[in-house]
C-alpha cells in the first residue's frame, strides 16, 4: 500500500497564478484533510471532507477550495496565489473525523 | 472544544539521556490522545496512541506516553535518547463522541540530540 500520496512535491508560483494539489490514499478512509504547516504554528487546518460527498471549513480557509473527486482523492485549489500561502501543504486521512490520521509526504509550495 | 499546549517548543539533550516532552489538554469529555513525530523534511508518522484500557502506552522505539486523567496531560519519555531521535513531535487530542470531532493538534515540539 502506498498510504497517502501528494503530488507535486515542490511547486514555485508567481503571485496571481493558480494550481491544484492533488492527495490520493489507498486505505480505504472516510475522511481527509488538508493542512499547511509553518514555521512556529504547527499545523493548521485548512479544509476537511468528514466522508465523500462532504467538505467543510478549517480554521484557515481563505485563499483556498477544495473537491472530494471520490473516496479516494481529495485535492486543494488556490486560485490566485499570494506570498502569503508560501508553506509546506499536507494531505492526511483517516477511518473518520477524530481517529488517527496518516500524512503524505508534503508539498513544499513558494509563491514569489 | 478541546485544545493543546506543548509546554516546550523547543527541547536539547545529549545522547544517552532521559527526555519528557510535556503536553496537557483540556477537555470535558472522554478523549483520545496521540503523539505524531516528523522528521526533517518528512510528513507526520503516528508514533503512539491511547484509545482506552491501559493508561501507559508504548512505541516500538523506545518512547512511552502516560494519560493522566485528572492532570490532563499526556506526556511522552524516553530513558535514553539517539541522535536518531532529533525530530519534531506533535501532540494531538480529539474527543470520544462518535467519531465527530476533529483531531486538534499542539504546535510541536523540536528534539535535539546532541553527540
Known amino acids: 500500500n502506498a498510504g497517502v500520496t501528494q503530488t507535486p512535491k515542490f511547486q514555485v508560483l508567481k503571485t496571481g497564478q493558480s494550481m491544484t494539489l492533488q492527495c490520493a490514499q489507498d486505505?480505504?478512509?472516510?475522511?481527509m484533510y488538508w493542512y499547511r504547516q509553518d514555521p512556529g504554528m504547527g499545523l493548521r487546518l485548512i479544509y476537511y471532507s468528514a466522508s465523500e460527498g462532504t467538505t467543510d471549513k478549517g480554521e484557515v480557509p481563505n485563499g483556498y477550495n477544495v473537491s472530494r473527486l471520490n473516496k479516494r482523492e481529495f485535492s486543494l485549489r488556490l486560485e490566485s496565489a499570494a506570498p502569503s500561502q508560501t508553506s509546506v501543504y499536507f494531505c492526511?486521512?483517516?477511518?473518520?473525523?477524530?481517529?488517527?490520521?496518516?500524512f503524505g509526504p508534503g508539498t513544499r509550495l513558494t509563491v514569489t | 472544544a478541546q485544545s493543546v499546549t506543548q509546554l516546550d517548543s523547543q527541547v536539547p539533550v545529549f545522547e544517552e539521556a532521559p527526555v519528557e516532552l510535556r503536553c496537557n489538554y483540556s477537555s470535558s469529555v472522554s478523549v483520545y490522545l496521540f503523539w505524531y513525530v516528523q522528521y526533517p523534511n518528512q510528513g507526520l508518522q503516528l508514533l503512539l496512541k491511547?484509545?482506552?484500557?491501559?493508561?501507559l502506552v508504548e512505541s516500538i522505539n523506545g518512547f512511552e506516553a502516560e494519560f493522566n486523567k485528572s492532570q490532563t496531560s499526556f506526556h511522552l519519555r524516553k530513558p535514553s535518547v539517539h541522535i536518531s531521535d532529533t525530530a519534531e513531535y506533535f501532540c494531538?487530542?480529539?474527543?470520544?463522541?462518535?467519531?465527530?470531532?476533529?483531531?486538534?493538534f499542539g504546535k510541536g515540539t523540536k528534539l535535539t540530540v546532541n553527540p
Open positions: 491511547y484509545l482506552s484500557g491501559s493508561t
Open positions: 486505505m480505504n478512509h472516510n475522511s
Open positions: 492526511a486521512s483517516s477511518t473518520l473525523v477524530g481517529y488517527e490520521q496518516y
Open positions: 494531538a487530542v480529539s474527543t470520544v463522541r462518535g467519531g465527530s470531532e476533529k483531531l486538534v
